[in-house]
T-cell receptor, first 117, second 113 residues
Framework: AQTVTQSQPEMSVQEAETVTLSCTYD???????LFWYKQPPSRQMILVIR??????QNATENRFSVNFQKAAKSFSLKISDSQLGDAAMYFC??????????????FGAGTRLTVKP | EAQVTQNPRYLITVTGKKLTVTCSQN?????MSWYRQDPGLGLRQIYY???????DKGDVPEGYKVSRKEKRNFPLILESPSPNQTSLYFC????????????FGSGTRLTVV
């Protein structure tokens, strides 16, 4: 079964600086999808960015970008020009392409990001 | 507004008293799913459904039931809740084609005493 590991329970960053959140995963599949979700104190789950494994180009959404290393099974999230509103829990997620046999979307344990003014 | 609606937002109940958490989506999505969130464990999938009358177990299905009789609704049933089911629960939906992420409801904080 696929597993998703976020090795940093907590991170902090100074406002306007850049921070990178780490995520690794384990899978035997060659085609899959990866996601980063943000959960602010309101507890709403917000999709930040997604990456398709067959695409070599790293996804980018405004100040958020990923570093996808398929061979290393690594999927880190970079937040540039950090803002106070970026403070949240961030979850990395893996989604299997077929969604059968206990195989849909799995999440990591999360990284709590603090932004210091 | 496109959304996933789950109710109630907060629920306190006693051990053994059957309860249902409702979930509805208005986006005509094929996939629906239930997760529970616990500190240090992230979100763990309980059950998911790929379409009407098609469901499959996630990673932590014990103690839960689901049904998908209509495309828009996917209730979560706890027939005999226990304190270890105290958690934050999320319902979510997505189109078919797993390149999409899930759209989540606002969560249900369940406490079983």
């Amino acid at each position: 079964a696929q597993t998703v590991t976020q090795s940093q329970p907590e991170m902090s960053v100074q406002e306007a600086e850049t921070v990178t959140l780490s995520c690794t995963y384990d899978t035997s599949e060659s085609d899959y999808y990866l996601f980063w979700y943000k959960q602010p104190p309101s507890r709403q789950m917000i999709l930040v960015i997604r990456q398709e494994a067959y695409k070599q180009q790293n996804a980018t959404e405004n100040r958020f970008s990923v570093n996808f290393q398929k061979a290393a099974k690594s999927f880190s999230l970079k937040i540039s020009d950090s803002q106070l509103g970026d403070a949240a829990m961030y979850f990395c997620a893996y989604r299997s392409p077929r969604g059968i046999n206990n195989n849909d979307m799995r999440f990591g344990a999360g990284t709590r990001l603090t932004v210091k003014p | 507004e496109a959304q996933v609606t789950q109710n109630p937002r907060y629920l306190i109940t006693v051990t053994g008293k059957k309860l249902t958490v409702t979930c509805s989506q208005n986006m005509n999505h094929e996939y629906m799913s239930w997760y529970r969130q616990d500190p240090g464990l992230g979100l763990r999938q309980i059950y998911y459904s790929m379409n009407v009358e098609v469901t499959d177990k996630g990673d932590v299905p014990e103690g839960y039931k689901v049904s998908r009789k209509e495309k828009r609704n996917f209730p979560l049933i706890l027939e005999s809740p226990s304190p270890n089911q105290t958690s934050l629960y999320f319902c979510a939906s997505s189109p078919s084609g797993n390149n999409y992420g899930y759209t989540f409801g606002s969560g249900t904080r369940l406490t079983v005493v």
